[in-house]
Structure formats: structure tokens, C-alpha cells
């Protein structure tokens, strides 16, 4: 199985519109980071799982030219709004995307892109076919996904695992009921989003701690701001099974590196 991150930036991306940080005006590739979302391949399928703003240039930047299915965390603007350009996949493929979400995700997308509900279409319109997605085990194209139910302050998010991959964005709690799901991954992501305490996501400090907690393989950290700092310097103080995530990184969860 491979995973891609697409993008492991935060609601705003990196750099900032208009910031004059060292983050946001560093040269390096790795401090350049497009909201977050990844895309999984396993047993010849294609799936992502979020689209944001930046899902057309990610798309472009990865050579995704057939996907499978759309699975959602939540609907929030950074993980939904690139929805419309299914489009593109849809006239490629010659059939509708497949995109799973909970109700709530649903109605959202629903809220996001009308035109492509109504009884008479405008040509062109994105082609989707809705299935329902609770905290239960569902299957796409003969692949396992595991909802993991995270709060993103007093928003429930779904985290996904797949084999022995768990994927967890926008959380800043997880019961031990939804803890004892990820136990046993051998390669987990978690959203690492600055040094300070936030809200509704976990910090560095928070990260660290979990991804102890949990004891897998390999952690990745993603949904990051410019505000934890740039990516050469913050890779100098994390142990050394920790790693922070950058667009276009990929692995292979036979061999996590």
C-alpha cells in the first residue's frame, strides 16, 4: 500500500497570504504546504481522502489521471471545497465518483455544489453517487477502511485506518474506546498544528504524547501551520521514529520510511 500527502499544510495553507514570516518567505519545497489531504493506492485502487481548496493543483502536481473513490473526514472549507473539479474524473473515467461521507458531511456537500443535485442538470456539472459512512468498518472496492471518531474541539471528525495505516487530521481529543482502534498501526499521522496550545487541534506537544501513546512504527505529522516553525529546524527535535510530513511525500507502508 502507498500513501501520498497531497498536502499537510493547515486552513490557510503555508506560506500565508500576505505574511511576511520566515516560514512563509522560506525557499525551501518542504515549508510550502497546500491543505491537507492524502491519497491511498492499495490493490490497484485509488482513493483520497479529502478535497480541499487545493485538490485540482494536487491532482496536477501527483499525475492523477483515475480515482476510485472520495472518502471525508468532516466539512470544513479546507477539507471540502475543491469538490467540484470531481469533474475532471468524471468526463475521464465516463462515470460518476463514488464519495463516502457521514450526513452531516453530506449535507454539506450538498450546501457546497447544489447545481450538481437538481433534478435538471447544467451540462457539465460534477457527477457524484452519496454513500453514508458512520463509525462502523465499510469497504470500497474490496478495501477495508476503519472509521476512527476524533473531536475536533466539539466537531466529531472520522480518522481512518487502513491495514496497518491510520490516518488523523483536525482532533485535539480521541476516547480510549477510539484509541484502542489505532493500536497496532504500524504507520499513524497525526496533526501536529503549532508549539502552542489550540482549540480544536493537537500541538507538538500534544502529538508527541499520543504518537507515544500509540507506539507505532513510524508517525507522521501533518495539518501544520507556520507557526511551529521551518521544516529543517523542527526535524532536529523529533524522535527519531517521528517524522513531519511534507507535500508529495510518499510511503510505502510495506517498507515506512
Do not use: W
Not at 499521522?189 to 480544536?200: C, F, G, T, Y
Not at 487541534?201 to 511551529?228: P, R, V, W
Amino acid at each position: 500500500m502507498k500513501v501520498t500527502f497531497l498536502g499537510t499544510g493547515t486552513s490557510q495553507g503555508v506560506p500565508i497570504i500576505g505574511c511576511k514570516c520566515e516560514v512563509c518567505l522560506s525557499k525551501n519545497e518542504k515549508d510550502k504546504r497546500l491543505r491537507s489531504s492524502i491519497m491511498i493506492e492499495e490493490k490497484g485502487k485509488r482513493f483520497v481522502i479529502d478535497t480541499g481548496p487545493d485538490f485540482r493543483q494536487q491532482m496536477l502536481r501527483e499525475n492523477v489521471d483515475a480515482l476510485d473513490a472520495i472518502i471525508y473526514t468532516h466539512e470544513h472549507k479546507d477539507h471540502l471545497a475543491g469538490i467540484d473539479d470531481v469533474r475532471a474524473f468524471n468526463y475521464i473515467q465516463k462515470k460518476k465518483m463514488d464519495v463516502y461521507a457521514s450526513v452531516r458531511v453530506q449535507e454539506a456537500i450538498i450546501r457546497e455544489i447544489p447545481y450538481a443535485f437538481t433534478e435538471e442538470k447544467y451540462p457539465g456539472v460534477p457527477e457524484i453517487i452519496l454513500h453514508k459512512i458512520e463509525n462502523k468498518k465499510f469497504t470500497v472496492e474490496g478495501v477495508e477502511f476503519h472509521p476512527i471518531q476524533v473531536m475536533h474541539h466539539r466537531m466529531p471528525v472520522l480518522g481512518f485506518r487502513v491495514n496497518d495505516f491510520t490516518y488523523i487530521t483536525d482532533a485535539n481529543f480521541i476516547s480510549d474506546e477510539e484509541m484502542a482502534k489505532v493500536k497496532g498501526s504500524k504507520a499513524v499521522v497525526l496533526n501536529a498544528l503549532r508549539h502552542e496550545k489550540h482549540i480544536s487541534h493537537f500541538n507538538l506537544e500534544e502529538a508527541l504524547q499520543l504518537a507515544k501513546k500509540i507506539g507505532a512504527e513510524k508517525t507522521y505529522l501533518t495539518h501544520i501551520s507556520h507557526q511551529l516553525g521551518k521544516y529543517d529546524e523542527v526535524i532536529k527535535s523529533l524522535p527519531e521514529n517521528v517524522f513531519l510530513a511534507y507535500d508529495g511525500l510518499s510511503i510505502d507502508l510495506q517498507n515506512p520510511i
